[in-house]
C-alpha cells in the first residue's frame, strides 16, 4: 500500500515567493498522493503556535527550512524553543532539510546541515540555472517518497537505533574511501546479505565500521533498525564467550514480542526473520572470542546460535537494504562459498595514507620526511596514532628526536608496533606509579568499557589504585585528557554513565603486565570487583539474563581473583539456583554458563587450575561442560571435559561412575562416527562394570555394546548382546523385565531390522507400547520420545501410514523440547525417508535440509553418511518425477540423459557417502549404499552395472537377514528391470 507522507515547509514570509517555487516543483507528488504539505506559515493565526507546530513536526515525515536572512531573523527560528524543537525532531528521525535561499550566516542550524541542499551549499539566489536547481531539491524529496513506499507496511515505522555498546574509535579514518563504497554497495544492493571485515589488531576495523555509520546518519539509507553490539574480549585468549545476552538484546530490539525462544538456535532463526521484516543494519564488532583458538581449525565459530545466525541468513537470504556487519580478526570459513556472502582483508595503510595520518595528528615535516617513519610502522594504523601522539606530546611534532623503543613485543600481524609505543609509556616514559600507567592498569582488569561506577569502587579498594585515592578533579581532568590526547583512552556518556575505553591491545598488554609481574595485586582488585558485582543486582534471584549479567561477571572476576570456591557457591546459588538449573532450564543460556564453567579451567578443559575445589566439585564442572557443550551441539569439543571426568573417576577407582561416563561418551563417538572406538570403549565399559558390582550398570554397558555392534553391521552379535543385556534387565528389575527407555529403543531398532513377517513387527509394536508406558508414567521427554520414534517405523514396516506419520511427528515435537541435539537427526531422518515412501518430496527435502545444517554444524559424520544416501534417492525421485510428468504431455517421450544435473549430483553425494561408510566402518548401510548405486547405474544407462549392485545388495541382506531392506530391495529391482 502506497503510504502518503507529510512534508512541512517552514519559511519567512518574505519568501512566499521561494516557496511557491518549491510547492510547484512538487505539485505532481501532491497528484499522485505521495505527499501532503503543511506550510507553517499558517501558525500566524493562531493562539499556541508552538504547541500546533510541535503537533505538526510530530506527524511530519520532513522538514524543509527554507534559510534566508529572513528565516533566521524570524521568531519561527531566533527563539530558542522552537530552535529546540528542530532539534527534537531531527533525533526523532524526522528528516530535517535546510534549503539555502541566500547568502546568511546559518551555522545555527549546524544540527542538520549534513543535509543541507543544494549540493555545495551554493545559495538558491545565486545559482546559475535556479530552475535545475529545485528540481533537484524536488527530485531529493521525490527518492525520499519513494524510499518510504518500497516495502512493507512496517515502512510507517521511525527509525530506531542503538549503537551504544560498538566501541568508539581511535584512529581517524584516513582513506579507505573503497571499503566504504564497498559498504555502501553491499547495503544498497540485492546480492549481498553478510559484510564481513578482516584484519589484525589496530589495522582499523573499528574505524571503519564507525566511519561508514557516521555517513549513513541520521536516516541509515531507509533502514528501519540499526543496531551495534561488541563481544570486546579480543585479546586471544583462553576464556570461553557467548553470545546470549546478544541475542536477548538484540530480539527484544527488533520487535520480538512474548517469551524468547528457549535454545539458541531458536533465538538465531527469531532474528533472522526479524531482519527479514525490514530494512535494518546489524552490527557485529570483535567476533574472535566466539571463534576457535589457534590450535585446531582456527577461525571456526564455537558459538552455537552466531553459527546458526549465519546458516539461516545463507538459506533463507535478508534482501536489500538488510545487511549484517561482522568484524574480526580471524576470517571465518562458515561463510565460505556463500553466495550472498561479500568480505574485505582490510590492509595497512598505505605509505601516503601513512603520511597524511601523521599529518593529521600534528607531526610537523613534508611528506617525504615522514614517509620513511610510515614505513617503518608498516602503515599500521593503531602504532601510527601512537607514534603521532607521542611526537605531538612530547617533542612538538618534530621528527628530529630518536625516540629509543623497545623491541617487537609480538610479531607485526598482531599489533607489534603498536605495543612497542605501549611499552615505551609504560617502561620508560612513565614513573612506575604514574596516574596514567595504573589507570590503564585498572582498565586492563574488565573485558569491556569502565563504568565510573566500577571506577570509583577499585579506586576506593582496591590497593593497586592507592596512587590514584588523591587527585584532584582537575589531576582527573589532565589525566584523562593527557591520555585521550595520546590515543590510549576514549571517554563517553552512555546515557546518565560515563565510559572510559581503551584499545584491546593496550588492555592486553597492561593486563598481562599486571598479571605476571604483580599477580597479588591483580587477584586482589579483581576480588574487589567479584564482590562488587554480586551486589550489584536489584534482586537476590534475578530472572533474565540481563539482569544475571552481573552475577556472571561476579563469577568470572572471582575465578580471576583465585576464590574459586566462592565464585563456584555463588553459580549454583544464585544463577543455577541449585538442582533448579534456572539459567538453562528457563533461559536456555548454554553458551553464557559453558563461558562461566571455563573459567574454571585453563587450557580449554586440558586441566582444571590449580585451586581449593575438591575432587567432587571438579568433576560436577567437568560434567556441567560436557552437557553444555553437548547441548549446543559442540560434540567434538565435549569429548575433552568428558575424557577428563573419567580419568578422575578411573583415578578414584569409583567404577559404577566411570561406566557411566563411558556410555555417555560412547554415544558421543557413535554420532561423530568413530564407531570402531566406541566399540572398543564399550567393551572397557563392560570390563568396569563388572568391577563395580552393579547390574543395572552392568545392563546398560551391554545395551551400548550392542547398540556400537549394530551400527557396524554385525547384526548377529548385536542380537547375542542385547538378549545378555535383556536377562540383566529382567534380574536388576524383575517388575520390569523388557529393555526400556533408550536401551529399549535400541534394542527394537535392531528387532525391527530383522524381522521378516507381521507377526514378528506385531511382536515388536507390543514390545514397544510396553516401553511407552513405561516412559510416560516414569521417564522423561527424552524415552518418550524414542518410543513415538519406534512406534512410527513399527507403522511403516507394517504400512500403516497414517500412524506412521502421527507417530513420527509426536516424536520429532518430543526431541525438540528435550533439545539432546545428539539424537535429533535420527528422528529428522526417519520422518524424510517415510515422506519420500510416500512421494512427499518436499516435506522429505525439508527435513533433510534441517538435518544436513545440523550436520554441518555438529560434525555428525555418521548422520552425514545418511543424507548423503537420502539426497541421492531424492535427487533421483525428484528426476524421475519430472520426467514422468513430462512425458504423459509429450511424444516422444524424454529419456533420462547422463547428463542432467540430478544425476551428476546424486553421483558426486553417492561418492560421499561410500567414503564415510567405508571410513567409518558403518556397516549397517552397505546394503542400502548397494541399492543407491543400482539406482544411479541405471539412470545413468549402465544397466549391467545396476543389476551387479542389486545382487550384491540381495547376497549382503539375505547374510544378515536384514530383512527391513527387502521390501525396498524389490521396489529397486521392479524400478530397473
Known amino acids: ?46 493562539a499556541e503556535p508552538v504547541t500546533q507546530l510541535t503537533q505538526q513536526v510530530a506527524q511530519c515525515h520532513t522538514a524543509i527550512l527554507l534559510v534566508s536572512r529572513y528565516f533566521l531573523g524570524s521568531r519561527f527560528i531566533s527563539d530558542p524553543q522552537l530552535l529546540e524543537l528542530w532539534r527534537i525532531a531531527r533525533n526523532q528521525q524526522c528528516r530535517v532539510v535546510p534549503v539555502i535561499l541566500s547568502t546568511c550566516n546559518w551555522s545555527v542550524l549546524d544540527f542538520c546541515k549534513d543535509q543541507a541542499l543544494p549540493k555545495g551549499f551554493v545559495p538558491l539566489e545565486r545559482a546559475l540555472y535556479p530552475s535545475r536547481s529545485w528540481s533537484v531539491v524536488a527530485r531529493k524529496i521525490e527518492d525520499w517518497c519513494n524510499l518510504a513506499n518500497t516495502d512493507t507496511p512496517l515502512e510507517t515505522e521511525r527509525l530506531q537505533m542503538r549503537l551504544s555498546a560498538l566501541p568508539a574509535s581511535l584512529t581517524p579514518l584516513v582513506g579507505r574511501q573503497h571499503y566504504l563504497s564497498a559498504l555502501d554497495k553491499a547495503f544498497n544492493g540485492s546480492d549481498t546479505d553478510v559484510f564481513a571485515i578482516y584484519a589484525g589488531g589496530g589495522v582499523g576495523k573499528t574505524a571503519l565500521i564507525n566511519a ?19 563481544f570486546y574480549n579480543q585479546d586471544g585468549g583462553c576464556r570461553q564467550s557467548s553470545s546470549a545476552v546478544f541475542f536477548e538484546q538484540a530480539l527484544q530490539f527488533f520487535g520480538h514480542q512474548g517469551p524468547l525462544p528457549r535454545t539458541e538456535e531458536g533465538r538465531a532463526r527469531r532474528l533472522a526473520e526479524l531482519m527479514q521484516d525490514r530494512p535494518c543494519i546489524l552490527v557485529l564488532d570483535g567476533l574472535e572470542p566466539l571463534q576457535r583458538r589457534p590450535y585446531a581449525r582456527y577461525g571456526q565459530l564455537l558459538d552455537t546460535g552466531l553459527k546458526t545466525l549465519l546458516q539461516e541468513i545463507q538459506k533463507r537470504r535478508l534482501g536489500k537494504q538488510r545487511l549484517l556487519v561482522l ?10 562459498g556463500s553466495k550472498n556472502y561479500r ?8 605509505t601516503g595514507e601513512s603520511a597524511s595520518l601523521l599529518k593529521i595528528l600534528g607531526v610537523k615535516g613534508t611528506p617525504w620526511q615522514l614517509i620513511p617513519i610510515a614505513r617503518a610502522y608498516s602503515g599500521h594504523a593503531l602504532a601510527l596514532l601512537l607514534l603521532g601522539n607521542l611526537f605531538v606530546d612530547a617533542y612538538a611534532g618534530e621528527t ?21 609505543i605501549v611499552q615505551f609509556y609504560d617502561q620508560v616514559s612513565w614513573a612506575e606509579y604514574a596516574p596514567e600507567r595504573v589507570f590503564l592498569q585498572l582498565l586492563s582488569l574488565l573485558d569491556r568499557p569502565m563504568t565510573g561506577a566500577e571506577k570509583n569502587v577499585l579506586l576506593a579498594e582496591a590497593e593497586l589504585a592507592w596512587p590514584l585515592r588523591g587527585l584532584s578533579e582537575l589531576d582527573w581532568y589532565q589525566v584523562h585528557n593527557h591520555m585521550s590526547k595520546l590515543g590510549l583512552l576514549v571517554e563517553r556518556k552512555a546515557g546518565s554513565q560515563v565510559q572510559y575505553d581503551t584499545h584491546p591491545l593496550v588492555r592486553q598488554y597492561f593486563n598481562n603486565q599486571l598479571r605476571n609481574q604483580q599477580n597479588t595485586l591483580w587477584q586482589q582488585a579483581h576480588f574487589v570487583l567479584f564482590e562488587y558485582f554480586q551486589r550489584l543486582p536489584a534482586q537476590q534471584l534475578p530472572n533474565t539474563l540481563h539482569s544475571l549479567e552481573p552475577l556472571y561477571r561476579a563469577v568470572h572476576h572471582g575465578c580471576l581473583a583465585g576464590e574459586y570456591r566462592q565464585a563456584l557457591s555463588l553459580y549454583r546459588e544464585r544463577i543455577l539456583r541449585g538442582d533448579d538449573y534456572y539459567s538453562t532450564r528457563q533461559l536456555g543460556s548454554y553458551s553464557l554458563d559453558l563461558a562461566l564453567v571455563a573459567d574454571f579451567f585453563e587450557d580449554n578443559w586440558q586441566a582444571p587450575v590449580q585451586s581449593d575445589l575438591d575432587i567432587e566439585d571438579q568433576s560436577w564442572l567437568l560434567a556441567q561442560a560436557s552437557f553444555y557443550l553437548l547441548s549446543l551441539g559442540r560434540l567434538e569439543e ?9 580419568h578422575i573417576r578411573e583415578d578414584m577407582a569409583d567404577w559404577k561412575n566411570a561406566t557411566n561416563l563411558t556410555l555417555n561418551h560412547i554415544d558421543l563417538l557413535l554420532a561423530l562416527g568413530r564407531l570402531q572406538e566406541a566399540e572398543q570403549l564399550a567393551e572397557q565399559a563392560l570390563s568396569w562394570a563388572t568391577r563395580s558390582d552393579s547390574v543395572f550398570v552392568q545392563m546398560q554397558s551391554q545395551a551400548k555394546y550392542a547398540r556400537a555392534l549394530f551400527l557396524l553391521g554385525q547384526l548377529e552379535a548385536a542380537r547375542v548382546a542385547f ?16 529393555l526400556y527407555s533408550l536401551n529399549g529403543a535400541e534394542h527394537n531398532a535392531l528387532l525391527l531390522e530383522l524381522a521378516n513377517d507381521e507377526n514378528q513387527l506385531k511382536h515388536i509394536l507390543a514390545r514397544i507400547d510396553y516401553a511407552l508406558d513405561i516412559s510416560e508414567a516414569e521417564l522423561g521427554l527424552l524415552s518418550v520420545a524414542f518410543d513415538h520414534l519406534m512406534r512410527g517405523q513399527a507403522y511403516a514396516r507394517l504400512s500403516h501410514w497414517q500412524d506412521s506419520q502421527r507417530e513420527l511427528d509426536a516424536a520429532i515435537a518430543g526431541i525438540r523440547k528435550a533439545n539432546v541435539v545428539v539424537f535429533i537427526p535420527e528422528f529428522l531422518l526417519a520422518r524424510a525417508e517415510l515422506c519420500r515412501q510416500q512421494g512427499n518430496l518436499e516435506q522429505a527435502r525439508q527435513d533433510l535440509e534441517e538435518v544436513q545444517m545440523l550436520v554441518q554444524r555438529c560434525g555428525m559424520r555418521r548422520y552425514e553418511a545418511d543424507t548423503c544416501i537420502l539426497e541421492a534417492h531424492l535427487l533421483l525421485d525428484e528426476r524421475r518425477e519430472q520426467i514422468n510428468r513430462i ?54 544407462q549402465y544397466p549391467e552395472d545396476a543389476a551387479a549392485h542389486l545382487e550384491v545388495a540381495r547376497e549382503r541382506l539375505s547374510e544378515h537377514k536384514q530383512w527391513r531392506l527387502l521390501a525396498y530391495w524389490e521396489e529397486v529391482q521392479q524400478e530397473i528391470s
Open 1 to 46: 500500500m502506497t503510504m502518503k507522507l507529510k512534508v512541512l515547509i517552514s519559511y519567512a514570509h518574505q519568501d512566499r515567493t521561494f516557496a511557491e517555487t518549491l510547492i510547484n516543483h512538487l505539485s505532481a507528488l501532491e497528484q499522485q498522493e505521495l505527499l501532503t504539505i503543511w506550510e507553517d506559515t499558517r501558525l500566524e493565526t493562531l
Open 212 to 230: 561508514w555509520l557516521k555517513r549513513m546518519a541520521p536516516y541509515y539509507g531507509g533502514a528501519q533498525r540499526v543496531f551495534g553490539w561488541s
Open 327 to 336: 568484524s574480526s580478526r580471524k576470517a571465518i570459513p562458515e561463510l565460505n
Open 343 to 350: 568480505h574485505i582483508d582490510l590492509e595497512n595503510l598505505s
Open 400 to 420: 628530529s628526536t630518536q625516540i629509543d623503543l623497545p623491541a617487537l613485543a609480538a610479531e607485526e600481524t598482531d599489533g607489534g608496533h603498536a605495543l612497542r
Open 638 to 646: 565435549t569429548l575433552v571435559p568428558q575424557q577428563m571426568a573419567l
Open 723 to 738: 538378549d545378555a543385556a535383556e536377562k540383566l534387565q529382567a534380574q536388576d528389575q524383575p517388575e520390569h523385565p523388557l
Open 887 to 940: 512425458n504423459l504431455h509429450t511424444a516422444p517421450k524424454i529419456q533420462v540423459s547422463y547428463g542432467d544435473y540430478s544425476f551428476f549430483r546424486a553421483e558426486q553425494v553417492y561418492a560421499q557417502a561410500v567414503a564415510l561408510i567405508r571410513d567409518m566402518g558403518y556397516g549397517l548401510r552397505q546394503v542400502e549404499l548397494s541399492l543407491l548405486a543400482a539406482r544411479l547405474a541405471y539412470y545413468t
